[in-house]
């Protein structure tokens, strides 16, 4: 049911599309069982050897190589559920030969473990008080510090509002004043 909601959301797919699509991904060994909602990785699954199998794509080995290299080796989050007979969705070998909503349902089920396995992201929220001649104003952002799993995971975005860092007790002189529209 999750990764039905989630291809929905992110992808655009029917909860139905999505599954026929999994199993079919799932019967080609591309992938593991599809109906599960375990969130928790085994202790004992090399999840290593999962991540090197994708190292060799175009469009996530960077990042896999990143997560074998630089962040020494797959440390997945902390799940909260277990169906205590399958792992959580993941891809079992890389394969570049799919196409239309098989690709992207594939590319999804790839980047969603790569992110599960990486680095949080971290950003810290900002609120910036203006005061231009007794009228206040009050602006509020998030400046994404280290993207980490949000470089892989193209589907989910921190803000709306991103904000540049500023300092504490900061002045400036602004350029311009410029009043818009809000929608």
Not at 45 to 65: H, I, K, R
Not at 84 to 112: M, N, W
Not at 169 to 183: L, M, Q, W, Y
Request: hydrophobic content about 35%.
């Amino acid at each position: 049911v999750e990764l039905e909601k989630l291809a929905s959301r992110k992808l655009r797919l029917s909860a139905k599309t999505t599954m026929t699509i999994a199993e079919k991904l799932y019967t080609q060994g591309l992938i593991s069982y599809p109906r599960t909602e375990t969130n928790i990785f085994p202790k004992e699954m090399n999840l290593t050897s999962l991540v090197e199998a994708q190292t060799g794509d175009n469009q996530w080995g960077a990042f896999a190589g990143r997560i074998l290299g630089e962040w020494n080796g797959p440390h997945p989050r902390a799940g909260k559920k277990s169906d205590q007979a399958h792992p959580p969705i993941h891809p079992i070998k890389h394969t570049s030969g799919l196409q239309g909503d098989e690709a992207k349902v594939y590319e999804f089920i790839v980047r969603h473990f790569l992110a599960c396995v990486s680095q949080d992201a971290v950003g810290k929220e900002t609120t910036v008080n203006i005061d231009i001649a007794g009228e206040k104003f009050v602006g509020h952002g998030l400046t994404v510090l280290q993207r980490n799993y949000l470089e892989v995971y193209v589907y989910d975005r921190w803000s709306d509002k991103e904000i540049i860092d500023y300092e504490q007790i900061r002045e400036f002189e602004p350029t311009s004043i410029d009043i818009v529209d809000g929608s």
